[in-house]
């Protein structure tokens, strides 16, 4: 989970939660960045901000303050390059490998140069920029080669004087990335949490755009993005090694804190020769189902020995926080093992009653599927699969809740007989009739949710459609008759289902959203509005 710059001082003891909160509102009052409304506040040092920055973005923090350097190392750079750069070898590591110290970790040109020169391998460090500047100074050789260079000879015999920059007011010498950050991405998403909104939109040309009740909305007081102010931003909260990820794959899915604030699950991308970015809120604390105002049959799910339950719905649905209500219900009344697959990880669930283990693709597994093979040989009882990707992930679930485990799993579907035929399409034809028998034997339910905007205006409520797998549903799947469980999931109320439909003509009818904002998400508008009072 990656912490915010705040967040790393926090944990490290350099700052108290009330500081930190001083510094934030101070700093969005001054619109400056918060290594340098620290220092000015005087709450933190440069070296102990450096040190934080090192963290948060994955480098070590380089000390080259007298003695900390390896003058063997230094002089293998020409001080006019390293002055230009920022950059300065401070220690021999294995074979052809030096550790080399920057201001600007993101000044990757400037690196290949210092290889270029050295002849070697380079790895970079962190380093306290006016430290920096001093010990290049003090440690480095004039290039004899670069005629005219700051402290060669003059052709007169005279020297020109070495290079000096302008000493910079306090704050002025933190990282130069960071300085000239104008956007803080932590600021804007407390914005976002105090606001309501469910999502926050980075593009270039616009300023941050946040989710509102379901609609897109400009955050006031913010100027349109630049590119390199949205590249700084985003790669502020990477850590080298994501950096370097989506640099290669041009797009990245990760987890992000706000200390004691909120979670957010972010997704960066390209678009346009520019990055794009969009972060969903994550709440640290986990609502039961009863909060969500779900169907009470879903609860009943969490209690099953063993099958397979799918919570299906659009992007935004809100599939995420009804299956972390259902893995909580888990926790707090069974005994039992939960293993989790998730990309990334989002809702973070402590120990109670059960053991829960979390595990995310890209950093703890490479894929959906090698991780559940590995999961049935890790003694599970119930299993949460984030997303049924492909072919080999929906193969093994299937198998792991025909073989006496109980796994949760999400589909971007619409409906329960989209979900059914969904799974069973994702096979090769000569398949299908056994997957059919298979998953007539294994799902236990579907969960179908959409969100509708409140009557009210002030959030949003679910509409869910619940399908139970009775033997009568079973029947439907195994003879391939998904077209007839609309009809049996409407006569199924004593057995807990619920029509999208009847859902939303429920919420219509206790005025908790209005029927025009229903009618648009109906899939049958005369049943719909006979179920309304309104035929």
């Known amino acids: 989970m990656k912490k915010g710059l705040g967040g790393v001082l ?173 956007l803080d991405l932590d600021v804007v998403l407390m914005e976002l949490v105090e606001r309501g909104g469910s999502d926050l939109h980075l593009t270039a040309g616009l300023p941050p755009m946040i989710r509102l009740h379901g609609e897109l909305e400009p955050l006031p007081g913010h100027p349109p993005l630049t590119p390199p102010e949205l590249r700084k931003a985003v790669y502020a909260i990477l850590t080298q090694r994501q950096r370097e990820a989506f640099e290669n794959d041009l797009e990245l899915d990760l987890a992000y804190s706000v200390p004691r604030k909120s979670r957010f699950r972010v997704n960066v991308f390209q678009q346009r020769n520019s990055i794009g970015a969009v972060l969903r809120v994550i709440p640290f604390e986990i609502k039961t189902l009863e909060e969500l105002k779900v169907p009470q049959h879903i609860v009943n799910f969490a209690y099953l020995p063993r099958g ?63 991780a559940l093979k590995h999961a049935l040989r890790q003694d599970p009882d119930v299993i949460l699969v984030g997303e049924m990707r492909d072919l080999e992930t929906i193969q093994v679930a299937l198998t792991a809740a025909e073989t006496g485990h109980l796994v949760f799993g999400t589909l971007h579907t619409q409906d329960a007989p989209q979900t059914v035929d969904r799974m069973i399409d994702a096979f090769p034809p000569h398949q299908q009739e056994q997957i059919r028998v298979m998953l007539s034997g294994a799902l236990q339910g579907v969960v179908c949710q959409q969100l509708l905007k409140t009557a009210d205006g002030t959030g949003r409520v679910a509409a869910c459609e619940v399908m139970i797998a009775t033997p009568a549903i079973r029947n439907l799947i195994r ?46 508008v005369p049943d719909f509005n006979r179920l309304c009072g309104r035929a």
Request: aromatic share 2%.
């Open 10 to 182: 926090v944990e490290q003891g350099v700052l108290e939660e009330p500081a930190l909160r001083r510094a934030l509102s101070v700093q969005a009052e001054r619109g400056t960045s918060l290594g340098k409304t620290l220092v000015e506040l005087a709450l933190a040092t440069e070296p102990q901000i450096v040190r934080a920055v090192a963290q948060q973005i994955g480098l070590p923090f380089a000390d080259v303050g007298p003695g900390c350097v390896d003058p063997a190392a230094a002089i293998l750079a020409p001080r006019d390059l390293a002055l230009e750069v920022l950059a300065l070898p401070v220690q021999f590591g294995a074979g052809d490998e030096v550790l080399v110290a920057v201001a600007d970790p993101g000044n990757t040109a400037g690196l290949d140069r210092i290889a270029a020169a050295t002849g070697m391998r380079v790895t970079a460090a962190l380093a306290v920029r006016s430290d920096l500047v001093k010990a290049i100074e003090n440690l480095t050789a004039v290039d004899p080669l670069n005629v005219g260079v700051a402290g060669s000879s003059k052709p007169d015999g005279g020297r020109i004087p070495a290079m000096s920059p302008t000493p910079a007011p306090p704050g002025t010498g933190l990282l130069a990335f960071e300085e000239q950050l104008q």
């Open 308 to 370: 397979f339950v799918l919570v299906t719905g659009p992007t935004g649905s809100g599939k995420s926080t009804t299956l972390a209500a259902l893995i909580d219900v888990v926790n707090r009344e069974r005994s039992c093992h939960v293993m989790t697959v998730e990309d990334p990880i989002e809702f973070l669930h402590t120990h109670k009653k059960s053991v829960v283990n979390q595990r995310e693709l890209g950093t703890d597994t490479h894929s959906f599927g090698a």
């Open 479 to 524: 003879e391939g008759k998904t077209h007839q469980m609309y009809s049996t999931m409407q006569a199924g109320k004593q057995h807990g289902m619920v029509t999208m439909d009847q859902s939303l003509a429920a919420l219509v009818t206790t005025g908790r959203v209005h029927y025009d904002a229903a009618l648009e998400r109906c899939s049958n």
